[in-house]
């Protein structure tokens, strides 16, 4: 019996899938995908609450369920499910989209007496819903979903598609830093708040810099400093104390490893616009200064983010060299 993968989604942009009730996704590397919206309840109240008050259709869900068979192994689905899981990340954050591929957590358990009860009635297992990744054998598995229905006007399922397959082609290599940008950038569409959108992008970009990486002057000038610091005479504590921080200054510095991240990935102006940002940033967080007057700086700071995480995932795949083989082949 195959090995599949089911990953649950939620989108702030909507996609369509067709009227029949699930699309079909072609990505390179992998086997067909089918997308059904994941908005279905199990009980008739369910149901009433995806009809509008004049009986239209509700809007396309904005949780969507990927489903993918075919897998010979358990670790082969997991791997193909941890994959797509990468590049819908990549993809909700480079295209602006939106999508929140959670932590691959039920949202409901079942006792076991439950749990044997309706496998003896039914043959299959009872699962509770799973914002992210699930694995299972075909056939074996009954999930208990849960509904949300909210609007907006939604984009066809191709757009998806296309948007996904972008980094597929080749299979992308993401690093922790990358996950984890993509991931603040994801979330910064489901935040209400500009100021709250502003902090999560900035960080975006926190996220994909090393803080050790301060460069060789900054690294010399520290040097001198701690030198003259030496030939300084006063009271030893004080001397201590101002050792201690210069030998952190040369081994972290936030300021110096985004401006060295945006001047080799894209360029010296953008890296002293993000500085800009940056400044306004902690003066927001620890002054409390620029609430209700951000909308500009943040829409700035989303181009720049994202500019910058394209970048980096181009130049860490060119170093890496690798393509990954089809999946589930």
Known sequence: ????????????????????????????????ITVTDGQAGTSSSDQAAEQREDDRPAPPSRWKIFKCCGFDTEDDARRAGELLGDVLAAAGASEQWGIHVGHNRSTLQFSTEINAAVLAATGVEPRGEIHGLDIYRAGTVGYFRSNMVLSTSPRPLATLEAGVAVWCEPTRVFSERHRTCAALLNDSFFVPHTEAQFILRVSA????????DVGEEYRRVV????THLANVTTDGDVLAALG????????????????????SRLSESDAKAFDGL????????HDGKGRGDLAAANNEALDLAVALYKADVAAHQELAGTAGATLGS
């Open 278 to 285: 940056y400044q306004k940033r902690s003066a927001y967080v």
């Open 223 to 226: 040097d001198e400093l701690e």
């Open 1 to 32: 019996m195959a090995w599949c993968f089911r990953y649950r989604v939620k989108t702030a942009t909507r996609f369509a899938v067709p009227e029949n009730g699930y699309g079909v996704l072609s990505l390179p590397k992998f086997p067909e």
């Open 205 to 212: 970009v926190e996220a994909l810099c090393d803080p050790a």
């Open 244 to 263: 201690s921080q210069l030998k952190w200054l040369k081994k972290q510095s936030v300021r110096q490893a985004y401006l060295r991240k945006f001047g």
